[in-house]
């Protein structure tokens, strides 16, 4: 069977789809990767996978642009002979939704956080809500990566209740992400992880951080994402910039690899409005790292107040530092409890292996119902 693994970027695809693909290849499925282009869809082929490029921009919205991203998604569906599509990310979701109609292919979509058009809501919400509608009115099945969210499409009727099915996110490879012995001396590091977008909090991040060096001057805090990504609510570069000239924050840019950099954490922080479960945060609490999140959908699958992290109110900087405040005052011997249970959490709920298998079942049922 030819299953297409379409997302917003093949950076994604590569991060965080690369597993499922190769064990959906060792079932014997011709896999192909559609995703528009950047510098990970060489290493895609490299890996030896098909890949197909997507004219797509992701944060997009000039109406021509986004009906053309729509068209050129369907021709490649129809001219790959794809019988089922694996999607992520807001735009493909609903553009394979729409661009699927009247192909012969299963669409099965992941609903990985619902975006921005979700946080600030309006007009744009009941358009955007719309288009799910539409686009997944004929999907085989609607992934969701957390409660609230299957929660909030059900009750606003996007989607039937027994076409829905709950995965525990992305999943965290446990093997590549082991325990690591929490850092000893020096000046206790909190850090951010991922895009530097206002939605993720990244604001109020730096705020509790000017708020905890006036009373705790010996703190490092330390954002590791891209600067001024293709996004909205992306923070201009110039401000980011001056964070660091305050010297609130060390900028690290971006990297292939986090772990040493979770390594060097004592804590994690993730501020954000909304996520589906953030990858982040299970990466950090497999290897052994305390996590400080607000409460909001997503980031609560991820951390469990008080015992292996804890969680803040939203878009609130000062509940933030407060939080910091507490993690510190509570001192090592709490600092390993959380880490030894947040590892425990990610072991009993987010092994990768579990979402890779109900990808695999999915395929496996859709190619025998092709027979």
């Not at 869809?41 to 000039?62: I, R, S, V, Y």
């Not at 708020?211 to 805090?221: A, K």
């Not at 922080?269 to 497999?286: K, N």
């Not at 600092?335 to 590892?343: N, P």
Request: charged letters at 25%; hydrophobic letters at 45%.
């Amino acid at each position: 069977m030819k299953i297409a693994v379409v997302a917003n970027s093949a950076w994604y695809l590569y991060n965080f789809r690369r597993r499922l693909m190769q064990a959906l290849r060792d079932d014997g499925h011709d896999v192909v990767a559609i995703s528009p282009t950047d510098a990970y869809a060489q290493k895609l082929q490299t890996d030896g996978f098909e890949w197909t490029e997507w004219p797509l921009a992701a944060a997009g919205t000039n109406p021509w642009r986004e009906l053309r991203a729509v068209a050129d998604l369907r021709r490649a569906l129809a001219r790959g002979q794809v019988d089922l599509a694996f999607t992520y990310t807001p735009k493909a979701n609903i553009y394979a939704g729409l661009a699927a109609r009247g192909l012969p292919l299963v669409h099965v979509p992941n609903v990985s956080g619902l975006g921005r058009a979700f946080i600030q809501r309006g007009l744009l919400t009941r358009l955007v809500a719309g288009l799910y509608r539409l686009a997944f009115s004929r999907a085989r099945t609607v992934v969701f990566q957390n409660e609230d969210d299957r929660s909030e499409f059900l009750a606003a009727g996007l989607v039937d209740a027994e076409r829905t099915l709950r995965v525990p996110g992305s999943g965290v490879d446990l093997e590549r992400f082991t325990p690591v012995p929490l850092p000893t001396g020096g000046a206790p590091v909190f850090l951010f992880v991922g895009r530097v977008l206002s939605d993720k909090g990244v604001r109020e991040f730096v705020q509790a951080a000017r708020q905890m060096l006036r009373i705790r001057p010996g703190l490092v805090f330390r954002i590791l994402g891209r600067v001024g990504a293709d996004n909205p609510t992306a923070i201009p570069a110039d401000e980011v910039r001056s964070w660091e000239a305050e010297g609130l924050v060390e900028l690290l840019g971006t990297c292939d690899d986090v772990r040493p950099h979770l390594a060097r954490a004592l804590c994690v922080v993730l501020p954000s409005y909304r996520e589906g479960v953030p990858r982040v945060l299970l990466e950090a609490a497999a290897m052994a790292r305390p996590c400080i999140a607000t409460d909001v959908p997503g980031c609560r699958d991820a951390v469990v107040d008080g015992r292996t992290g804890l969680l803040c109110a939203s878009r609130d900087s000062a509940a933030l530092a407060g939080a910091m405040q507490r993690f510190i005052e509570a001192g090592p011997a709490v600092w390993a409890s959380m880490g030894v249970a947040g590892r425990r959490h990610v072991e009993d709920h987010f092994d990768e292996r579990r979402v890779i298998e109900t990808y695999r079942t999915i395929a496996r049922r859709a190619a025998g119902a092709a027979t």
